[in-house]
């Protein structure tokens, strides 16, 4: 079982930036990918940058040149850079955490590739 906590949210004013954390704990377990998801209300889950164990990264084109993803495997933690934020940004961030088998490239970003999740943080980012 593995056990993630985000932290990080919260309001900014478009343009601003917020750096979230994940930590990571309770399995020995090594993912072959963990990433970002937002949810807004109303919305379906959707894969915001996620990275592989030998640190590929895919983003969803709209965070592309704004967001950053990065993972610290010695302290287990997943960090999302946030930069630029845009009204559109707003929504519940969650981490998420692979299986330890391969998944193909094209599938990174599906929710469905993930099986376990954190609680979320909120992400409020005012025009």
């Known amino acids: 079982q593995v056990q993630l906590v985000e932290s990080g949210g919260g309001s900014v004013q478009s343009g601003g930036s917020l750096r979230l954390s994940c930590a990571a704990s309770?399995?020995?377990?090594?993912?072959?990918?963990m990433g970002w998801f937002r949810q807004a209300p109303g919305k379906e889950r959707e894969g915001v940058a996620v990275?592989?164990?030998?640190?590929?990264?895919k983003y969803r084109d709209s965070v592309k040149g704004r967001f950053t993803i990065s993972q610290d495997n010695a302290k287990n933690t997943l960090s999302l850079q946030m930069n630029s934020l845009q009204p559109g940004d707003t929504a519940m961030y969650y981490c998420?955490?692979?299986?330890?088998?391969?998944?193909?490239?094209?599938?990174?970003?599906?929710?469905?590739?993930?099986?376990?999740w954190g609680q979320g943080t909120q992400v409020t980012v005012s025009s």
């Open positions: 998420a955490a692979g299986p330890a088998g391969y998944r193909s490239w094209w599938s990174l970003l599906l929710p469905s590739a993930y099986n376990y």
């Open positions: 309770g399995s020995t377990y090594s993912p072959y990918c």
């Open positions: 990275i592989t164990s030998d640190g590929r990264t």
